[in-house]
């Protein structure tokens, strides 16, 4: 009996020692896969940013139906409407109920509002209004801002310094703001860098048509209707680019997409901004007629450009500079690269050197960009640098 007892004693510690040493490995390896597998996959940060974009673009939409946009300038003469300030503070709110850790690049900040309380109403009203319509998703960004004072709040988190360290997000609530005003093309964007790394990036562009085969057309602005229109891009680093409709309902599925296979370069459809301001249509132009492109350049705003060509609508996006000093923005091309990139194609600047987004809020080791199926970037390129060249 007592030899009995001292047996199971005995095998009942040896047990406990052993559970006791695979502790440490246990929880290394729940770690492990806490950390290593959504990093890795991106799966989740997707999926917020997609809903983020989503929402963002339903409010954008409503603020289009209004005849008071509540445009101000800022003090580079650039516009900022009810709706940028409205989309930033609903992203901004969803990533940090989901992310409160990480860093956020946004283009806007809420100075203005906190003396302009006319402007700052108006903008609550549309925020408070906007809710997906799929209750779960809503909860998952973290449900409505509480409060107007914590809304100018939420606006103003967006002041990252950026650099080459930790996860850090970049917004661009409406891209393409005069596109926008004009009843253009404008795109609710927003990007995850990871050490530097585009990792995660989705475009939502409420006026694009929403057929992936669709004839790119030059959108300069008109009158707008939904019909067929809206498409959410949105691409993983690694895992390819995809889209789908953009709707007020639940998430479509999403459907890979990739650039149009280039044989001829001269029979290449390229796209670049409506703003002479922006890229230099002359020597887009020069470049062009350099590949012995005939057809028209299509002019649209905003990143809608990456994402046309990403999906074959279009060939080449080039946006050349017209001033020495001007340093793009990040949050103005992030998403767009990881789209086009990961649907077969190339974006460097002028140089022919990628795009660095760990310089901080801009692009400040790059000039201009150069974005065009992988077979015939070198081509574009070689074209670019002629035109440059002869001008210098
Ligand atoms: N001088 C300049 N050169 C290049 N880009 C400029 C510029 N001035 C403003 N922009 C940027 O051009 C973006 C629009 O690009 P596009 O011409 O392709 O539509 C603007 O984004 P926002 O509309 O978000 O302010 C703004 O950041
Ligand atoms: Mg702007
Ligand atoms: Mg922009
Ligand atoms: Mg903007």
Same mark, same amino acid.
Request: proline residues 4%; negative net charge.
């Given at each position: 009996?007592?030899?009995?007892?001292?047996?199971?004693?005995?095998?009942?510690?040896? $047990?406990?020692?052993?559970?006791?040493?695979?502790?440490?490995?246990?929880?290394?390896?729940? *770690?492990?896969?806490?950390?290593?597998?959504?990093?890795?996959?991106?799966?989740? /940060?997707?999926?917020?940013? *997609?809903?983020?974009?989503?929402?963002?673009?339903?409010? $954008? #939409?409503?603020?289009?139906?209004?005849?008071?946009?509540?445009?101000?300038? #800022?003090?580079?003469?650039?516009?900022?409407?009810?709706?940028?300030?409205?989309?930033?503070?609903?992203?901004?709110?969803?990533? #940090?109920?989901?992310?409160?850790?990480? /860093?956020?690049?946004?283009?806007?900040?809420?100075?203005?509002?906190?003396?302009?309380?006319?402007?700052?109403?108006?903008?609550?009203? =549309?925020?408070?209004?906007?809710?997906?319509?799929? /209750?779960?998703?809503?909860?998952?960004?973290?449900?409505? !801002?509480?409060?107007?004072?914590?809304?100018?709040?939420?606006?103003?988190?967006?002041?990252?310094?950026?650099?080459?360290?930790?996860? !850090?997000? $970049?917004?661009?609530?409406?891209?393409?703001?005069?596109?926008?005003?004009?009843?253009?093309?404008?795109? +609710?964007?927003?990007?995850? *860098?990871?050490?530097?790394?585009?990792?995660?990036?989705?475009?939502?562009?409420?006026?694009?048509?929403?057929?992936?085969?669709?004839?790119?057309?030059?959108?300069?602005?008109?009158?707008? $209707?939904?019909?067929?229109?809206?498409? *959410?891009?949105?691409?993983?680093?690694?895992?390819?680019?995809?889209?789908?409709?953009?709707?007020?309902?639940?998430?479509?599925?999403?459907?890979?997409?990739?650039?149009?296979? +280039?044989?001829?370069?001269?029979?290449?459809?390229?796209?670049?901004?409506?703003?002479?301001?922006?890229?230099? =249509?002359?020597?887009?132009?020069?470049?062009?007629?350099?590949?012995?492109?005939?057809?028209?350049?299509?002019?649209?705003?905003?990143?809608?450009?990456?994402?046309?060509?990403?999906?074959?609508?279009?060939?080449?996006?080039?946006?050349?500079?017209?001033?020495?000093?001007?340093?793009?923005?990040?949050?103005?091309?992030?998403?767009?690269?990881?789209?086009?990139?990961?649907?077969?194609?190339? +974006?460097?600047?002028?140089?022919?050197?990628?795009?660095?987004?760990?310089?901080?809020?801009?692009?400040?080791?790059?000039?201009?960009?150069?974005?065009?199926?992988?077979?015939? =970037?070198?081509? +574009?390129?070689?074209?670019?640098?002629?035109?440059?060249?002869?001008?210098?």
């Amino acid at each position: 009996m007592s030899y009995k007892l001292t047996l199971r004693t005995l095998t009942l510690v040896s $047990t406990l020692i052993l559970a006791l040493s695979l502790i440490p490995t246990l929880r290394r390896l729940t *770690l492990l896969t806490h950390h290593i597998a959504p990093t890795m996959t991106y799966t989740r /940060e997707q999926q917020i940013a *997609l809903l983020a974009v989503q929402r963002a673009a339903i409010l $954008t #939409k409503a603020v289009y139906k209004t005849s008071a946009k509540g445009t101000l300038s #800022k003090s580079d003469a650039s516009p900022v409407t009810v709706g940028d300030f409205g989309a930033q503070a609903l992203i901004i709110s969803a990533l #940090k109920h989901n992310f409160p850790d990480d /860093e956020i690049v946004a283009e806007e900040e809420a100075s203005d509002l906190r003396s302009n309380t006319a402007l700052r109403d108006q903008i609550w009203a =549309h925020v408070q209004e906007t809710r997906l319509q799929d /209750e779960d998703a809503e909860k998952e960004l973290g449900g409505p !801002i509480p409060s107007v004072e914590r809304m100018v709040d939420v606006i103003d988190m967006g002041g990252s310094k950026g650099g080459a360290s930790g996860r !850090i997000w $970049t917004i661009d609530p409406i891209d393409g703001t005069k596109g926008f005003l004009r009843g253009g093309q404008y795109a +609710v964007c927003l990007a995850l *860098l990871v050490d530097g790394q585009v990792k995660v990036g989705v475009l939502g562009c409420p006026n694009l048509p929403v057929d992936d085969t669709a004839r790119l057309e030059a959108s300069i602005g008109q009158d707008q $209707t939904d019909e067929g229109k809206g498409v *959410l891009f949105s691409a993983i680093e690694g895992q390819g680019a995809l889209s789908r409709p953009l709707t007020d309902g639940p998430l479509a599925d999403g459907k890979k997409i990739a650039m149009r296979g +280039v044989t001829d370069i001269a029979k290449a459809i390229f796209c670049e901004s409506v703003e002479a301001g922006h890229s230099s =249509h002359g020597d887009q132009a020069a470049i062009a007629k350099k590949l012995g492109i005939t057809n028209a350049s299509v002019r649209m705003d905003s990143q809608a450009k990456y994402g046309s060509i990403a999906r074959g609508a279009g060939d080449l996006y080039l946006r050349l500079p017209v001033s020495q000093t001007y340093q793009e923005k990040i949050w103005d091309h992030a998403a767009g690269v990881v789209i086009v990139n990961e649907a077969g194609g190339k +974006v460097t600047d002028v140089a022919g050197k990628p795009l660095d987004f760990s310089k901080g809020r801009t692009l400040a080791d790059n000039k201009g960009v150069v974005a065009a199926p992988k077979d015939v =970037h070198e081509q +574009v390129l070689a074209a670019v640098k002629d035109v440059l060249g002869v001008k210098a």
